[in-house]
């Protein structure tokens, strides 16, 4: 076996947080640009919501098959062959003329991230063992949370200046930077005992969950009287059904149903899908908080969410070290803890709040996530081998963006809700102006602007706002308190230094 140099671990570590700075950046850059993308093609609550989960629909249909691509074919191949596509889709993204090419765009951009999130875990836990694996992973989350600060401050800095299509463009030269780095730095690595990928397991998991995610969304924003959300409701369970009945009787299967069986590792992924669900519909409430309610430009909107990032990029570094005193399940209630208190305090926001509040809700809340993502991460890498690191960190990429992906569109499809149900619209609309300020609140902005008498339809629109987002807040923060519950029952027990399976000694740590 090849002996990487410290300077090369610390390139190989680099290269990785490039690559999930870049996706988390994708996912969030887009919630500043809504605005500015909703005057330019107008697409309907519907269209928006697609636009904005899409992306995060897309790579986690895919993530299990990318999963099992890249240890056979090899993580660095896949990686660096993924993120070239990711650059070509993003300039193609960026001229979208209409909405439902902006949809279909944003889809393929979140099909070539699947390829790069499972590399990234895979290269880590085929790099570093034991508590050099941890360190790794707890620097490595941390700095990736950056990215979900980043997106909305290079969202804003871009959109003060350029084009809502500016804020895809950048991707461009960081992919440049991330080839020819990778090129250099990483090592490749691949199952040594590969076998052939399941055409039909790939279909049934990508229909499944697709045919799931369209039921929910619908069901929260149309209701039940609707003959596709039946239709999509039994292709999607039947879908996934027949896809975990197969995948026992396969040599090699898709998803290894195996790895279930370690507590550990089910006991995790279940925990980051819940948390999941709950805290990434805040990116989306804040910056509509920001931007709508306030009236922030989008830089100002983006530099008002750093402390948030500060407070992610602590609670990354910080859970290594806390996974020493009060073990994972002691970490991981505590960031659960945290993520109910930061939900709490920010369903008390309102028009008025003061911005040393929102200072502190954001840090609290950022340490929660933090923790959370980083124990959650390296206790799945630490249970399974390097052979099987590919299909395991797929499996845990996959609770995590589903998760977060059904927090926007059932947290959000509520929040559209509760606006719809409290928002009073004054006498005198058409029916088309009256619509428009009905679907969201960024339409309705748009309306006041435009009608005489718009000062009353806008301070209705964003009391009604704030009233739903409230009420999701407090919603979101019952969650986490259950979550927290629940990763203390499950995971007391699993140990604080998890060894490598595949080797009887740990090696030294980075330092």
């Known amino acids: 076996m090849t002996t990487l140099t410290r300077g090369r671990k610390a390139g190989i570590i680099g290269v990785c947080i490039l690559t999930q700075i870049l996706i988390a950046v994708d996912m969030t850059v887009l919630h500043l640009a809504i605005p500015a993308l909703s005057e330019a093609l107008h697409p309907s609550t519907t269209q928006a919501l697609w636009i904005a989960d899409g ?7 895919l993530l299990i098959t990318m999963g099992n691509v890249g240890d056979r074919i090899g993580r660095k191949r896949l990686l660096l062959g993924g993120a070239a596509v990711f650059g070509l889709v993003s300039v193609a993204t960026a001229y979208a003329p209409n909405a439902e090419m902006l949809i279909a765009l944003r889809v393929l951009l979140g099909m070539s991230a699947a390829t790069l999130m499972p590399s990234t875990l895979s290269i880590l836990r085929n790099t570093f063992t ?3 694996r941890t360190a790794a992973i707890g620097v490595s989350s941390g700095l990736t949370i950056l990215g979900f600060g980043l ?5 804003g800095a871009l959109l003060d200046h350029f084009w809502w299509g500016s804020v895809f463009l950048v991707n461009v030269p960081v992919v440049i930077v991330l080839i020819v780095a990778g090129l250099a730095v990483l090592p490749e690595s691949r199952n040594p005992r590969p076998g052939r990928i399941d ?3 790939v279909g049934l998991s990508l229909v499944g969950i697709l045919g799931v995610v369209y039921t929910i969304k619908e069901i929260a924003y149309k209701g039940l009287d609707h003959w596709d959300v039946y239709a999509a409701a039994v292709v999607g369970i039947g879908c996934l059904l027949a896809f975990l009945l197969r995948q026992p009787r396969l040599r090699e299967p898709l998803m290894d149903l195996k ?3 370690n507590r550990a590792f089910s006991a995790t992924i ?3 899908m819940l948390a999941m669900f709950a805290q990434l519909a805040v990116s989306v409430m804040i910056t509509q908080y920001f931007q709508l309610v306030l009236g922030w430009p989008p830089l100002k909107s983006g530099l008002a969410g750093l402390p948030g990032m500060g407070g992610a990029m602590v609670g990354g570094v910080l859970g290594g070290v806390l996974i020493k005193v009060l073990g994972r399940a002691g970490t991981v209630t505590l960031g659960c803890a945290a993520s109910a208190l930061g939900f709490a305090l920010y369903s008390q926001v309102d028009a008025g709040t003061g911005y040393p509040y929102l200072v502190v809700t954001m840090a609290v809340f950022g340490v929660g996530l933090a923790l959370v993502l980083t124990v959650a991460t390296d206790t799945v890498l630490g249970v399974v081998s390097k052979e099987r690191a590919g299909a395991a960190s797929a499996i845990s990429e996959t609770a995590t963006e589903l998760g977060g992906a059904l927090g926007i569109a059932v947290l959000g499809s509520v929040l559209g809700s509760l606006y719809r149900q409290d928002l009073v619209l004054p006498g005198g609309l058409s029916s088309t102006a009256a619509d428009s300020a009905r679907e969201t609140l960024g339409g309705a902005v748009q ?4 009608v005489p008498g718009g000062d009353a339809l806008l301070q209705s629109a964003r009391e009604a706002f704030l009233g739903g987002m409230q009420v999701t807040m407090l919603g979101a923060a019952a969650l986490m308190v259950v979550v927290a519950g629940v990763a203390w029952v499950t995971l007391r027990g699993v140990p604080k230094v998890l ?5 009887a000694v740990e090696e030294p740590a980075l330092v």
């Open 55 to 61: 992306y995060g629909f897309a790579l986690a249909g």
């Open 130 to 132: 034991g508590k050099e």
């Open 151 to 155: 997106g909305p401050l290079v969202g």
């Open 199 to 201: 055409p039909l397991s």
């Open 259 to 261: 790895l279930f069986g």
């Open 270 to 272: 279940g925990t980051t």
């Open 447 to 450: 309306i006041a602007a435009q």
């Open 499 to 503: 060894e490598d399976p595949d080797v």
